[in-house]
């Protein structure tokens, strides 16, 4: 698994975008978004417009949602 970032395509609201993120985290965040019955694109709509986009763009905010998440599960 690489550790260098791959350009992923999504719609967010009928809009095409990219983010660049890592296997990982990709691999994660679908985890995450099967586990909570939402299409990738629903929980990266999501996470998009619950970022501030002056503090992280959205692959940031991606990665960011993934750690808590799994930092969440792990303090329980």
């Known amino acids: 698994m ?3 970032p791959k350009k992923r395509s ?3 609201r009928g809009h ?3 983010v660049s993120i890592e296997d990982r985290f990709w691999r994660a965040f679908c985890d995450i978004a099967d586990a909570r ?5 629903e929980l990266a709509a999501e996470i998009d417009e619950a970022r501030d986009p002056m503090d992280a763009g959205l692959a940031s905010a991606i990665r960011d949602y993934v750690l ?3 930092m969440d599960s792990a303090a329980r």
Request: overall charge positive; proline content about 0%; charged content about 20%.
């Open 37 to 41: 019955g939402m299409a990738i694109n």
């Open 16 to 18: 095409r975008t990219s």
């Open 68 to 70: 808590r998440v799994y």
């Open 2 to 4: 690489s550790l260098k």
């Open 10 to 12: 999504l719609t967010l």
